[in-house]
């Protein structure tokens, strides 16, 4: 069974890879992703705070916290709370390539463009096949609106891709007004793939303490449902090549997200619960279900079931939703 496919013009054997998290911190278990036959891995985040805090000392920029009190500099992590500084993080992407034949992504996180995009460049420079970026952003000032917000990830996506000639990605957001005039506007700046979607942290309230608990609870299958719609609605619309990452956990999570439209299967939480191996039984899981089903590729699967033939995708949404509260039963 032929389970190749091409993410972000990197030819790749099958679709399953990890998405950006702390399993590439330790170089054993890079190794263990490689001999479960991972077919890319991508490194965690290396943030604009912590590259601004580096290349200015101690000074930090106020202006970038948005003239917000000096209280706000206490929200975020000490610089010896990263996990790895810029220059280790750099230093880690060459000791994985020299380590591994995998391709490795790298992986900007910030929400302005300023002088922190260099690291782009360096990133590249160490040897990173691509790059992701993740403008981790919560829109939460009521002066700014919606295309603002949106032209900030315009521009930050702009200096990127004209800083690498490496390919370059975005993890794309699920909360703008219009995710599809995002993707194109993205599209039209020669973005080579988009990522769908982050997965915000959801603070709880602890009753007993009365305090704000951050939680970051890992996934499950059902997280995909809104990845499988987005997916199924860019595929075909976008020249742009397609990553899920979000509640892939079986083999059938991943066919869907295939035949959603997706050309590479991201995977955090199901790695961390059940240990590099997990992404052996994803693949291995992946091909019995199209062999048992006459798939003769799993290009033939990719994109069977998006909507780019739908004339009018709104209207089928509607629809749809109209059918399915209409169709609901009392018990
Ligand atoms: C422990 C942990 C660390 C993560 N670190 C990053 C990060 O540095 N950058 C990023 O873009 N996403 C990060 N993520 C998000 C994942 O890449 C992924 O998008 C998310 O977990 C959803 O995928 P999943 O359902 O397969 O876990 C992290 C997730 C976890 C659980």
Same mark, same amino acid.
């Given at each position: 069974?032929?389970?190749?496919?091409?993410?972000?013009?990197?030819?790749?054997?099958?679709? @399953?890879?990890?998405?950006?998290?702390? /399993?590439?911190?330790?170089?054993?278990?890079?190794?263990?992703?490689?001999?479960?036959?991972?077919?890319?891995?991508?490194? =965690?985040?290396?943030?604009?705070?912590?590259?601004?805090?580096?290349?200015?000392?101690?000074?930090?920029?106020?202006?970038?916290?948005?003239?917000?009190?000096?209280?706000?500099?206490?929200?975020?992590?000490?610089?010896?709370?990263?996990?790895?500084?810029?220059?280790?993080?750099?230093?880690?992407?060459?000791? @994985?390539?020299?380590?591994?034949?995998?391709? $490795?992504?790298?992986?900007?996180?910030?929400?302005?463009?300023?002088?922190?995009?260099?690291?782009?460049?360096?990133?590249?420079?160490?040897?990173?096949?691509?790059?992701?970026?993740?403008?981790? =952003?919560?829109?939460?000032?009521? %002066?700014?609106?919606?295309?603002? $917000?949106?032209? %900030?990830?315009?521009?930050?996506?702009?200096?990127?891709?004209?800083? $690498?000639?490496?390919?370059?990605?975005?993890?794309?957001?699920?909360?703008?007004?219009?995710?599809?005039?995002?993707?194109?506007?993205?599209?039209?700046?020669?973005?080579?793939? /988009?990522?769908?979607?982050?997965?915000?942290?959801?603070?709880?309230?602890? /009753?007993?303490? /009365?305090?704000?608990?951050?939680?970051?609870?890992?996934?499950?299958?059902?997280?995909?449902?809104?990845?499988?719609?987005?997916?199924?609605?860019?595929?075909?619309?976008?020249?742009?090549?397609?990553?899920?990452?979000?509640?892939?956990?079986?083999?059938?999570?991943?066919?869907?997200?295939?035949?959603?439209?997706?050309?590479?299967?991201?995977?955090?939480?199901? $790695?961390?619960?059940?240990?590099?191996?997990?992404?052996?039984?994803?693949?291995?899981?992946?091909?019995?279900?199209?062999?048992?089903?006459?798939?003769?590729?799993?290009?033939?699967?990719?994109?069977?079931?998006?909507?780019?033939?739908?004339?009018?995708?709104?209207?089928?949404?509607?629809?749809?939703?109209? %059918?399915?509260?209409?169709?609901?039963?009392?018990?």
């Amino acid at each position: 069974m032929d389970l190749s496919t091409t993410y972000l013009g990197l030819k790749l054997p099958h679709p @399953i890879m990890t998405g950006a998290s702390p /399993l590439v911190d330790d170089l054993d278990m890079v190794k263990r992703l490689e001999d479960a036959g991972a077919a890319a891995i991508t490194m =965690h985040s290396l943030y604009e705070e912590q590259i601004t805090r580096e290349q200015l000392g101690m000074v930090y920029r106020m202006e970038l916290l948005d003239s917000v009190s000096a209280e706000a500099l206490s929200y975020f992590p000490r610089a010896d709370e990263y996990r790895l500084g810029p220059h280790q993080y750099l230093e880690q992407i060459r000791l @994985i390539k020299q380590t591994v034949k995998l391709p $490795v992504i790298g992986s900007l996180n910030g929400t302005t463009a300023e002088g922190w995009l260099d690291y782009a460049r360096l990133i590249q420079q160490a040897g990173a096949d691509a790059l992701e970026l993740n403008v981790y =952003h919560v829109a939460a000032d009521p %002066r700014e609106s919606g295309a603002a $917000v949106e032209r %900030r990830l315009f521009d930050i996506a702009r200096a990127v891709r004209e800083s $690498v000639t490496i390919p370059l990605s975005v993890k794309l957001s699920p909360f703008y007004s219009s995710v599809s005039h995002v993707a194109s506007q993205l599209d039209a700046l020669g973005i080579d793939g /988009l990522v769908v979607f982050n997965r915000f942290y959801q603070p709880d309230i602890d /009753l007993q303490e /009365l305090s704000i608990v951050p939680s970051l609870s890992l996934s499950s299958s059902s997280t995909l449902l809104l990845r499988l719609r987005w997916l199924a609605l860019l595929y075909g619309r976008v020249k742009a090549s397609l990553a899920v990452t979000g509640g892939v956990h079986t083999p059938q999570d991943a066919l869907k997200a295939v035949m959603a439209g997706a050309s590479a299967v991201q995977t955090v939480s199901a $790695v961390l619960q059940h240990g590099p191996e997990h992404i052996r039984t994803l693949v291995d899981g992946m091909r019995a279900w199209l062999d048992e089903h006459e798939y003769e590729s799993l290009k033939q699967a990719q994109g069977s079931q998006s909507l780019e033939r739908s004339p009018n995708p709104a209207a089928f949404e509607r629809a749809q939703y109209m %059918r399915l509260l209409q169709s609901f039963q009392m018990s």
